[in-house]
């Protein structure tokens, strides 16, 4: 009944480069996410408006707009500092360039750490002042108070909005086989072209997506109970 | 730059001479997506909070189904899948539908859209206060009525923040239109690119077109949020 014609091995390859692409992205834009929800909060105004900045151009823009100029104007800007750099030092030839899956996950994770900007600072400020000036009267340097203190009872706050952004994230990368990544849609697409049922295979690509998505849920809501060990839900 | 502005610019904003492109394209993808994507959320989210689970379950099946697959991927079976079934190809006026483009594009988007603002309405629909029901009922309003006067109307309004929150991403969602051939403002500055060699100044020239598109849109949203939840301002 469910009749790959030999490229089942492919369409399980393309999947696997969408899951590695979007676990990658997701750390990356948790990062920065992460940095740039502290400059967002932070006393130094120039940070925060960079991080404003950045946060309002990166959301105003559709990311497949933001993709293709990341992704074709980085390797012009890679293109001419390597050549610079030749120019300068004539010895050895340096060149960088940039494939499909490195330029995904950056791109990615710089649109995505905007949106997850955003939901780290709704979180960090969701968390009570007095704690951290408890930890910090308790001589706890700023590191560590971020990491006993800040972190565990953010993500109660942010996981809601982890995981939206997780789904889209794992949405997004379907655009990535736009830009020339071998992922699942490109599979899909080839062994459409192949057989004339693009119908079918792409239909294995969405349900591969519904499948992954599913999971996540999952997960999510796993999560979702061990951040809230200890937090009582009002009874109505 | 300014190259490109002369060159392209009245692309970019309407026409090429032949057929509508640039903002006007992608204009109106959004409005004709959105605008059926609304009529098809309004009555699915009313049926989506009924009891009986075979009234429920097939709109609960269309939005996981929908939310949990990318838009490129619907664009993509719709747009490359369909016209390869025999039955589609077989029936004249299937073919002709499937064979435009804009046509399957406007299809996938409405499809997608609706999903989302079904499951957005539905919540609202949700959230009616308990009193207002039954206020409605004790006054001895129809179930018609209830929802004509009463649920809609209320839900609609608390619906609003969220719902420009989808338009806007609607709005990024246009973008793919151009893997479908619709000359919309991405499909121009593909164009530009590949007539300058210039990716940095096509793409950017349209992400700052974006960036208006999107701004125009939260600063309207933001004014309809002042007028219909005037009643919540503090």
Redesign the interface.
């Known amino acids: 009944m469910l009749n790959l014609a030999g490229y089942g091995p492919q369409i399980f390859q393309g999947t696997i480069v969408t899951v590695e692409l979007s676990l990658l992205s997701l750390v990356v834009s948790f990062i920065i996410g992460l940095l740039g929800a502290s400059a967002k909060l932070s006393k130094s105004r120039f940070l925060r408006g960079l991080a404003t900045v950045y946060t309002t151009i990166i959301r105003g823009v559709p990311d497949l707009v933001l993709m293709l100029l990341i992704f074709y104007s980085l390797q012009i800007w890679l293109n001419d500092a390597t050549d610079y750099l030749n120019s300068i030092q004539n010895s050895i030839d340096f060149e960088v360039s940039l494939d499909p899956f490195t330029s995904g996950v950056i791109t990615l994770g710089f649109i995505y750490g905007a949106y997850f900007t955003e939901t780290f600072r709704g979180a960090f400020m969701a968390v009570p002042r007095g704690q951290l000036e408890a930890a910090r009267a308790f001589g706890m340097k700023p590191l560590l108070v971020f990491r006993r203190i800040l972190f565990p009872q953010m993500m109660r706050y942010a996981l809601p909005g982890l995981a939206n952004n997780w789904q889209v994230i794992l949405k997004a990368t379907a655009l990535v086989s736009l830009i020339g990544l071998s992922d699942i849609i490109k599979a899909a697409q080839y062994a459409g072209e192949g057989t004339f049922r693009t119908f079918f295979f792409m239909s294995i690509a969405g349900l591969v997506y519904l499948f992954l998505t599913t999971i996540s849920n999952g997960v999510l809501l796993l999560l979702e109970r061990k951040y809230a060990v200890g937090v009582r839900k009002a009874v109505l | 730059m300014i190259y490109i502005l002369q060159n392209f610019g009245r692309e970019f904003l309407y026409t090429d001479g032949y057929h509508i492109t640039g903002l006007a394209m992608t204009l109106w993808l959004l409005l004709i997506s959105c605008s059926i994507g609304f009529c098809i959320a309004l009555p699915l989210a009313i049926l989506r909070n009924a009891r009986n689970p075979l009234i429920w379950g097939p709109v609960w099946v269309y939005t ?2 929908i ?8 664009l ?2 719709i747009y ?3 016209y ?2 025999d039955f589609v190809r077989n029936s004249a006026p299937l073919a002709a539908f499937f064979k435009q483009g804009i046509d399957c594009t406007l299809l996938a988007f409405a499809l997608n859209t609706g999903a989302y603002t079904t499951e957005i309405f539905a919540g609202a629909i949700r959230d009616t206060s308990f009193g207002e029901v039954e206020a409605a009922r004790s006054l001895g309003m129809s179930q018609f009525t209830l929802y004509r006067r009463i649920i809609i109307p209320s839900a609609l309004r608390r619906a609003l923040p969220v719902y420009s929150n989808e338009v806007i991403l609607m ?6 239109a151009f ?1 479908a051939t619709v000359p919309d403002l ?1 499909k121009v ?2 164009d530009a ?1 590949a007539a300058t060699y210039n ?2 100044a096509s ?2 020239t ?2 700052l077109i ?2 208006c598109i ?2 125009t849109l939260i600063f309207a949203f933001r004014k309809a949020e002042g007028h219909f939840l005037a009643f919540l301002k503090p």
């Open positions: 996981f189904v939310r949990g697959t990318p838009l490129y991927v619907q993509l079976i490359t899948g369909f390869g079934l709005l990024h969602a246009t973008t793919l893997t991405l500055a593909n690119y990716p940095f793409f950017a349209v992400a974006y960036l999107s701004f």
